[in-house]
């Protein structure tokens, strides 16, 4: 072991574990790729403005979580907490939604930093996989990402999950509850600080996990009572798209979210199996984060899924997911000459787009097999000095553990014939 050890609140992933992480993110991405969805890549860091402006001056994420610092050069920026903010700073920086093709649906796939308390699902690097469709109101547009999510999480065989949906209403009517619920709240019996936040989100406070707060919460005005007309029917018909597509959800009116920059359809996909890091994934809508961050009105709404808690969840439920043997043909040489010989045919193998590995490192044979059945691959090509003598090559079927002699000019055929 080195004198150093990875930070707290964060872990390696390490083979063959990793390639659970990179299947989770391939079947969240497939579905975008699929509808649409261009891919977009940020920097994992920005102006801490944007997020202070776009994630919120109230949020904890803002207030306690992000990784600031200044460089060099005097720049104040933070290590992106999320990337929401991010992709709208980009897509109007590089004009996309005057392009006029609205709306502007790009995916993207990366790490996020949270300065949070670590405990199981809840960790100070993780990865997300998010997609965010910009410029257009739309309850189709709010269906589709709630569907492909749905999708994505079914793809991977998960069936312990719900989704929580909700509307936050918007300018209109937003403030007049929220109006209603600091009168509400005023009357409670509140500690300073929660009586702080009652001040600056009292959402935030129906948010609140303690019993002792809960308790009073009960009669709380509910925003569904609140909504506008418009905000009213754009849920209705956000609701009804999709139970006509099957997919199943739980009205929840107290639902909040932990950014700010929400309006209107807001939305959650928790897993029973993770205690108390049970949101695998949320988004929702965010119509006036444009105009937030200095840009021209574009209603937009989004999500992003937690690759990390997504595994927990596969865990959870017992889910291995398919992922591919990384290695069809392992090549055992015996001696200098074989060595020289199977390193070519190796070479042409991973040509031809055959996985191929190697005993390096001068193995003996029992060793060098062993290293073989560890591959997983498929079948061993075994060459030794009788062999190299009578132009043959041991081919070893792996799982039969049937072998035979082909010629060392016809291998690379016979294995590409055989492996289909
Ligand atoms: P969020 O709810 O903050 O939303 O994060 C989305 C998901 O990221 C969570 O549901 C969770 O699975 C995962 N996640 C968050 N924090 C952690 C953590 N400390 N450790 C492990 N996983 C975590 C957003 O980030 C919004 N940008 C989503 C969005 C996109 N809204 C509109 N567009």
């Known amino acids: 072991m080195s004198t150093f050890k990875a930070p707290k609140g964060t872990y390696d992933l390490l083979p063959p574990e990793s390639a659970k992480y990179l299947a989770v993110r391939e079947a969240i991405a497939a579905p975008l790729r699929n509808s649409g969805y261009g891919y977009i890549e940020t920097p994992g860091f920005e102006n801490v403005e944007l997020f202070a402006r ?69 960790y100070r690097h993780f990865s997300q996989v998010g997609a965010e469709a910009i410029g257009a109101e739309d309850p189709a547009l709010d269906a589709e990402l709630i569907i492909l999510a749905d999708q994505s999480y079914r793809a991977l065989g998960l069936r312990n999950f719900r989704i929580l949906l909700n509307s936050l209403g918007d300018k209109e ?58 905000c009213k029917a754009y849920h209705e018909e956000v609701r009804s798209l999709l139970l006509a597509q099957g997919v199943t959800f739980e009205d929840d ?67 291995e997911p398919d992922i591919p043997s990384a290695t069809s043909v392992f ?20 040509k031809n787009g055959v996985a191929a590995d190697f005993a390096y490192g001068g193995k003996g044979l029992k060793a060098a097999m062993k290293a073989a059945n560890r591959s997983g691959a498929r079948y061993a090509l075994v060459l030794g000095e009788r062999d190299l ?3 043959v090559v041991q081919l070893k079927d792996m799982e039969s553990g049937e072998q035979t002699a082909v010629g060392v000019n016809e291998i690379v055929a016979e294995l590409e014939s055989r492996l289909g």
């Open 389 to 391: 003598a009578e132009g």
């Open 253 to 319: 009116p107290k639902l909040v979210r932990g950014l700010d920059y929400y309006t209107r359809t807001t939305f959650e996909f928790v897993h029973d199996g993770l205690g108390s890091q049970s949101a695998v994934g949320g988004g929702g809508r965010y119509d006036g984060l444009s105009e937030m961050i200095g840009g021209p009105s574009l209603p937009s709404v989004g999500w992003a899924l937690g690759v990390d808690r997504t595994v927990l969840a596969l865990q959870a439920e017992g889910i």
């Open 173 to 230: 009517c937003r403030p007049v509850y929220r109006a209603a619920l600091q009168d509400f709240l005023h009357g409670l019996d509140l500690d300073e600080e929660t009586l702080r936040r009652a001040e600056i989100n009292p959402l935030r406070v129906l948010d609140d996990k303690r019993p002792e707060v809960q308790k009073q919460l009960t009669g709380a005005p509910l925003l569904g009572d609140y909504l506008c007309d418009a």
């Open 54 to 122: 776009g994630v919120g001056e109230s949020t904890d994420i803002v207030t306690k979580e992000m990784y600031v610092f200044e460089t060099r050069g005097g720049d104040r920026l933070a290590l992106r907490p999320e990337t929401t903010a991010s992709v709208l700073r980009a897509v109007l920086e590089a004009n996309l939604h005057k392009a006029g093709n609205l709306p502007v649906k790009v995916w993207y796939s990366g790490s996020q930093y949270r300065y949070e308390r670590p405990q199981k699902g809840r």
């Open 331 to 350: 090549a055992v040489p015996l001696g200098e000459e074989a060595r020289r010989i199977l390193f070519a045919k190796v070479t042409e193998l991973r």
